[in-house]
């Protein structure tokens, strides 16, 4: 029995064998603006305190 794969399965197949370097440089633009190192402590801290608060209604020009 064959294996059925669709038009779009058999696009991505072949863009990627003509271009083997695709998904290395996915990863790489995901880590530039996506994978962060998480806060420390200290940093939390700083960004909690300089939040300010919202008034109730904010259109209002009181």
């Known amino acids: 029995m064959a294996r059925y794969l669709s ?4 696009f ?5 064998s ?3 370097h695709l998904e ?4 790489a633009g995901r880590a530039l603006l996506w994978d ?7 940093d939390q801290r700083r960004a909690k305190a300089a939040k300010l608060k919202q008034r109730g209604y904010v259109y209002s020009n009181d």
Not at 12 to 16: A, N
Not at 36 to 42: D, G, N, Q
């Open 7 to 10: 038009e779009f399965t058999q």
């Open 12 to 16: 991505l197949s072949e863009l990627k």
């Open 18 to 20: 003509e271009k083997p």
């Open 24 to 27: 290395s440089d996915q990863q």
């Open 36 to 42: 962060k190192e998480p806060l420390t402590v200290e």
